[in-house]
Nanobody, 125 residues
């Protein structure tokens, strides 16, 4: 099993920045890709960004490309999402997820095996 705990969410004005963290523990050696997803009220969960543990390859949704940056530490213990130039449409619960799959990028929720509890990000306009 892999445990994921997100932190760093909060309320920020449009144009501001937030940095989300995801602490990973347990059998992290079994995972290959880490991802961030978000879900706004009344909407389906959508892909935001992914990073491979090995090599650090990254992939972003078009809606966040150039504004968000995903990163990880080499010990497979933490993943981060730096969010800049935030917009009201970025408001959502953000989830960290881990995939044991070998394909990269994995951008559908079904491709991930473990999930955190989520952290709320609210952007006021």
């Amino acid at each position: 099993q892999v445990q994921l705990v997100e932190s760093g969410g909060g309320l920020v004005q449009a144009g501001g920045s937030l940095r989300l963290s995801c602490a990973a523990s347990g059998r992290t050696f079994s995972t290959n890709t880490m991802g961030w997803f978000r879900q706004a009220p009344g909407k389906t969960r959508e892909f935001v960004a992914a990073i491979s543990w090995t090599g650090g390859s990254t992939y972003y949704a078009n809606s966040v490309k150039g504004r968000f940056t995903i990163s990880r530490d080499n010990a497979k213990t933490s993943v981060y999402l730096q969010m800049n130039s935030l917009k009201s449409e970025d408001t959502a619960v953000y989830y960290c997820a881990a995939s044991t799959g070998v394909l990269f990028p994995t951008i559908t929720p079904a491709g991930y095996d473990y999930w955190g509890q989520g952290t709320q990000v609210t952007v006021s306009s």
